[in-house]
T-cell receptor
Framework: SQTIHQWPATLVQPVGSPLSLECTVE??????LYWYRQAAGRGLQLLFY??????ISSEVPQNLSASRPQDRQFILSSKKLLLSDSGFYLCAWSPAWGDRGLNQPQHFGDGTRLSIL | RKEVEQDPGPFNVPEGATVAFNCTYSNSASQSFFWYRQDCRKEPKLLMS???SGNEDGRFTAQLNRASQYISLLIRDSKLSDSATYLCVVNMMDSSYKLIFGSGTRLLVRP
């Protein structure tokens, strides 16, 4: 069966420090990968998605970046964190296609709760 | 108009009650629909996929109304453990890889 691992679970960082969050998927190949952020009491905001190694699509302008160095590894980074980067960061994966070419549901990691001081 | 709209609630119901949530979507070409459940400070988890006119899974029934562009989730015989936020999710037709998550409807089941 497929599993998704995301770490760390919580992180407290000072303003201006760098960030690296990692996500890996097991038990599948060539998954679609996603990074979301959820502010307290708010909905999910899609930050990046990737349909293959080295292929990254950015959804919103920000000081974050994403990379996919291996098929099942997705990394979220920042060179200098801002206070507004605080939030709950979620990595998700889905198979590329399902029956009849329909979207498949996404499956989430446990999330990283990031606090910027 | 938001792409996916949900009543934020909260819906406060007694144990054993039947409760229904609606969700409207803006893109008539959308073809994939899901309901997720999110507990406080946890990740969203897939509850049900809705691919055709609707489907049932135990106490949960999801319905799709393409003409009116809404999907619904019905929960029968509510349990305390059903207390959570329920997210309506629809695919984006400008990219087949993206799903749009609604902001969620909060359900509180009281003893």
């Amino acid at each position: 069966s497929q599993t998704i691992h995301q770490w760390p679970a919580t992180l407290v960082q000072p303003v201006g420090s760098p960030l690296s969050l990692e996500c890996t998927v097991e038990g599948t190949s060539n998954p679609n990968l996603y990074w979301y952020r959820q502010a307290a009491g708010r909905g999910l905001q899609l930050l990046f998605y990737s349909v293959g190694i080295g292929q990254i699509s950015s959804e919103v302008p920000q000081n974050l970046s994403a990379s996919r160095p291996q098929d099942r590894q997705f990394i979220l980074s920042s060179k200098k964190l801002l206070l507004s980067d605080s939030g709950f960061y979620l990595c998700a994966w889905s198979p590329a296609w399902g029956d009849r070419g329909l979207n498949q549901p996404q499956h989430f990691g446990d999330g990283t709760r990031l606090s910027i001081l | 108009r938001k792409e996916v709209e949900q009543d934020p609630g909260p819906f406060n119901v007694p144990e054993g009650a039947t409760v229904a949530f609606n969700c409207t979507y803006s893109n008539s070409a959308s073809q994939s629909f899901f309901w997720y459940r999110q507990d406080c400070r946890k990740e969203p988890k897939l509850l049900m996929s809705v691919y055709s006119s609707g489907n049932e899974d135990g106490r949960f029934t999801a319905q799709l109304n393409r003409a009116s562009q809404y999907i619904s989730l019905l929960i029968r015989d509510s349990k305390l453990s059903d207390s959570a936020t329920y997210l309506c999710v629809v695919n984006m037709m400008d990219s087949s890889y993206k799903l749009i998550f609604g902001s969620g409807t909060r359900l509180l089941v009281r003893p």
